[in-house]
């Protein structure tokens, strides 16, 4: 039977507070639906690495992950040491891009037991996924200062898409919804103001939606979008967007259900060629780092969505995975929980809590 | 004494019915407190002079618009007939740009009597300013798309910003923080991601801060603020972001206080060189035109915008302002209300309603 080599790269602050709960509630998961997974720690990609080497990653870290199956990653970013576009593009977004992992999934949902800072919604009333574009569009650093330093200074930033990468991601979009129950997908764009790139992305949503004659497509400008995540939560399934609106969606769904600390989120190389890489959506936190106060569930959700996309198709990830969200919504229920959700328990005990319900 | 001459231009959509309703308001509270208002009524900017003349508006709209001090505008777009990037880019785009209305500043505000889609927040908890840079950024026609209906299709889509550009914005917002109470300002950023416009954004407002010490600033990454939007809206005072990210904020905010059919936008031209544009941030709303049971206060509250930027330093206008301010409050608490705040007064009568109050 195949064994899973995972790498474990916890990052900066939080991040190495988080990850032991994420492999904790991982091996629970794994021994107990019979997976075998073999974990090895990676102690680069952050910001004291940095410090001392001068960059981010050694050289040769793409050979150092050649032969993992998926990376269980933290958080990066310790923005009083190295700025963080310094940190970010040289870690995390490299990642993304040089493993191709073009889909960043992101799971929304309200749970029982966290309190909703929207008025009188339900867990069940906010439950869609964002499908979010990973690799290029708005994230570049293509473009340049002209006359710099001088009152006449002119900045060019330039946005890049592909056919190839829009339309691989909004087909990934497409059959996710077709999957699902209520075949919703609601395409993020902003064509009437972003003159060419937006209309072409919404051409390229359509001529893909032909596939799917099934699927209720529905293109909303990113400014309504927004107010929508806020006044009609209920009416998204999935949500398909570019790396930036992505971004932004991915960062909001969350905080309409009480917390962006819950939230895992998923970047993958559906190809399978290169490691896909499984993170909390939340950052590394300076503000709370070192009290063991961090809540560990985004981790450990992160977690549990590497285990399903390892295993596809073959149940014991999917069932590891249901198990280990089951475990969540339990001890958020009914605690013991971290201080953000009004708890007083630290991010070892709530982990622990997780693993012993598998 | 000095008189204002206006420009009405109603559009499209329910831009006709709210646009009377502004009027109505706006020549009682100029009645009552002394300003005089000629107010010239234009017919075109909408989509069927698209479809008669194949354009938005006449060549020389520039030279119609000559003599005004201000234009009042209703909302334009049509997208069954005409792609809204033709519609905007053809006329209300067309405004901010031609006319240097680089400063978009946009209220947000909770009233009483609307219900808050954010559990426990009352008046008072949400009442900030969003200040959008209006002219550059993100939205342009600028790029393309290479190999184009090829497999290999790139595109590029370019955004410009200027110092002179991001810094007159800039120190808008920060002039504005400085006259307020609390003297914070936010400045929405993505410099983790977007690597070369947005450090450089950073930048410039850390150089437009020196001049203001006390002022508290604090950058946010466009993500995370929006969730903070909805976690913690009481922390806002006054928000400046660019082009994109301002259009996004300037929905969500609102949104948070129940809906985005009252919010008000000023397009400003603070040197008033060219006339300054007064909309509400709604559309033209296909979907409800035609039964006149539009929300009239967005349009209203645009028109009070206005007679204070009118007669800046004067006093009446700020008194006009506070007056229709006043009256909106009332009538939003105690009625008459259009449908979606609950009620069942059609759009004239809530506008009436309104300026008895005056
Ligand atoms: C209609 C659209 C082009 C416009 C914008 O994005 O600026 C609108 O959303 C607004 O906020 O005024
Ligand atoms: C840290 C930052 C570069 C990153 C992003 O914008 O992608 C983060 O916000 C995320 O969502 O994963």
Redesign the interface.
């Given at each position: 039977q195949r064994r899973f080599r995972i790498a474990a790269i916890p990052g900066d602050g939080i991040g190495k507070e988080v990850m032991p709960e994420g492999l904790r509630v991982l091996q629970a998961a794994a021994q107990r639906f019979g997976i075998g997974l073999d974990v090895v720690h990676m102690d680069w990609a952050h910001c004291d690495y940095y410090l001392q080497h001068g960059k981010m990653m050694p050289d040769d870290w793409k050979a150092r992950l050649a032969d993992v199956d998926a990376i269980l990653f933290g958080a990066v970013?310790w923005p009083a040491a190295v700025?963080?576009?310094v940190s970010?593009?040289g870690s995390l977004?490299k990642f993304r891009r040089e493993f191709d992992q073009y889909v960043n999934l992101r799971p929304v949902r309200l749970f029982e037991g966290v309190?909703?800072?929207?008025?009188?919604r339900r867990p069940g009333d906010i439950d869609y996924l964002v499908v979010r574009e990973n690799t290029e569009g708005?994230?570049?650093?293509?473009?340049?200062?002209m006359f710099e330093g001088?009152?006449?200074?002119?900045?060019?930033?330039?946005?890049?898409?592909?056919?190839?990468g829009a339309d691989r991601v909004l087909r990934y979009a497409y059959e996710l919804a077709n999957q699902r129950e209520r075949k919703r997908l609601t395409v993020a764009t902003?064509?009437?103001?972003?003159?060419?790139?937006?209309?072409?992305w919404d051409k390229r949503a359509d001529a893909i939606g032909e596939g799917y004659p099934e699927v209720a497509v529905d293109k909303q400008h990113?400014?309504?979008l927004?107010?929508?995540f806020?006044?009609q939560p209920d009416r998204f399934d999935v949500v398909v967007a570019s790396?930036?609106f992505g971004?932004?969606l991915?960062?909001?769904g969350?905080?309409?259900t009480g917390?962006?600390g819950l939230a895992p989120s998923a970047n993958l190389n559906p190809d399978r060629r290169f490691p896909s890489l499984f993170e909390p959506v939340h950052g590394s936190a300076p503000d709370i780092y070192g009290q063991n106060i961090a809540n560990p569930v985004a981790m450990i959700w992160s977690a549990a969505l590497m285990l399903d996309f390892l295993t596809e198709g073959q149940g014991a990830g999917r069932q590891a995975h249901d198990a280990i969200l089951a475990a969540i919504e339990a001890v958020i229920a009914e605690g013991p929980r971290t201080r953000d959700l009004g708890g007083t328990a630290s991010t070892s005990e709530m982990g622990k809590a997780i693993a012993d319900r598998i």
């Open positions: 970013g700025p963080d576009h970010l593009w977004l309190p909703c800072p929207l008025a009188g708005e994230y570049t650093a293509l473009g340049g200062i001088t009152e006449r200074e002119i900045v060019i930033q330039e946005s890049v898409y592909s056919r190839v902003k064509s009437n103001g972003i003159a060419i790139s937006m209309p072409w990113i400014d309504i927004s107010a929508r806020v006044l790396n930036l971004d932004i991915s960062d909001l969350p905080a309409t917390t962006i």
